[in-house]
Nanobody, 117 residues
Framework: QVQHVESGGGLVQAGGCLRL?????????????MGWYSQAPGKQRDLVAL???????NYAESVKGRFTISRENAENTVYLQMNSLKPEDTAVYYC???????????WGQGTQVTVSS
């Protein structure tokens, strides 16, 4: 199955910002939702931000007010703007889409975000 392609990760100092991009594997309209998930070493993969049909967005409590999910439909791309980064935000960030018809998950390969103190 063709995966999404994430980019934009890197090393940044605490307080800095990054913008992650997710190029969807197909038309973004074929997904009922697109989301960003993070996985720190030794921990489970958790939802960070979600954008669903109807303009619904949802954020983890730990990122509310700092991160913003957005989409550029014409480019089939979803973004995650990450501001005021903290060392605890360090993780691999994955993009996931839930296919509209089947409900299947389509993941990307992940992009590393490292925040130094």
């Amino acid at each position: 199955q063709v995966q999404h392609v994430e980019s934009g990760g890197g090393l940044v100092q605490a307080g800095g910002c990054l913008r992650l991009s997710c190029a969807a594997s197909r038309s973004i309209f074929s997904f009922r939702s697109m989301g960003w998930y993070s996985q720190a070493p030794g921990k489970q993969r958790d939802l960070v931000a979600l954008s669903a049909i109807g303009g619904i967005t949802n954020y983890a409590e730990s990122v509310k007010g700092r991160f913003t999910i957005s989409r550029e439909n014409a480019e089939n791309t979803v973004y995650l703007q990450m501001n005021s980064l903290k060392p605890e935000d360090t993780a691999v960030y994955y993009c996931k889409g839930v296919v509209l018809v089947s409900g299947y998950d389509v993941w990307g390969q992940g992009t590393q975000v490292t925040v130094s103190s």
